[in-house]
């Protein structure tokens, strides 16, 4: 049984009780009882992601199977074995399991993940994008037929078939989700002001800590920029007449920690760096096959 908000009558009959209780017992004992009956009513509501999921026959010829299960950063291994600190890179902060079966015991399993800001909901999708882009919540991916994934607000989602199935049951899947999920979620600004010209978009990669950009830009295990769950970043491909970059951007709280980033850069002889320069709190690096003349237009455009 999942935990729900109190009513305002049902708050109101918590204070009546309350009041009636005052009569014969002290303020603590008052208090105490009021605490259980408002624990009882509210439960744990940051905890109830869980109603998100789909029941049995939303979308028709499915059945949810076995219970719910709702996993927080203490035993969110159990559900992505070996990815924790890649969703605790993130702000996660609760994930809920769905488990369904449909014609031909086809199975299907979706997952919803909470993280701390709409941003890093983007961030953790935009660091699994595998597929092709579908429209759904503020931004979706898919194998068609077997995987579809997409961000909303600050929750990203995973939907899974054990075998295929016609694209329209994920889509469906997602809908149902999507529908009752929180609306809205934009990029980070960081993302949205990138320079256009060349820019690959379905290579975006928002984060906050280096291991999430380590399939794509090797900087070692030791947090060579120093980041942290303060800093925003972008990695991001782009092709200049012929010739491929990797845009790296990273805003810091301080001007002194991006001045200190950029030296470590400099001298921990990561390949193809092409030019790294600090404004103020921003980084910015390209690596890649660019003449340097080409990598610095690319970062002064980037500055402006």
Known sequence: MHSRPCSSAEMITL???????????????????????GVACLGSVPGDIARFLPASDAVPGWTRQGDLRTYSSDNLYELVDGQADAFLAYGFAQAALGRYVGPQGT?????????????DAYGLFSASIAGEPIAI?????TDPGRRLAFWQERYYVRIQATQPVANEVLLR????????????????????????????????????QEI????????GDGNLLGLSAETQGVLADYELDGRKARLLLVIYTRAADAEQALKALQYSGTPNM???QVQGER??????DLQLEDGKALVNKVLR
């Open 15 to 37: 204070w009546m009780v309350g009041h009636s209780i005052c009569k014969r017992a002290t303020i603590l004992s008052v208090l105490g009882i009021l605490l259980i009956l």
């Open 107 to 119: 199975g299907m399993r979706i997952e919803i993940f909470r993280l701390a800001t709409p941003a």
């Open 137 to 141: 919540g503020a931004g979706g991916d």
């Open 173 to 208: 899947f997602g809908q149902k989700v999507s529908e009752a999920l929180p609306a809205g979620g934009e990029p980070p600004d960081i993302v949205v002001h990138l320079p256009s010209d060349g820019l690959r978009l379905r290579s975006i990669r928002f984060f906050r």
């Open 212 to 219: 999430s950009i380590q399939p794509w830009l090797w900087l």
């Open 274 to 276: 092409v030019f790294g």
């Open 283 to 288: 980084l910015v690096a390209v690596f890649g």
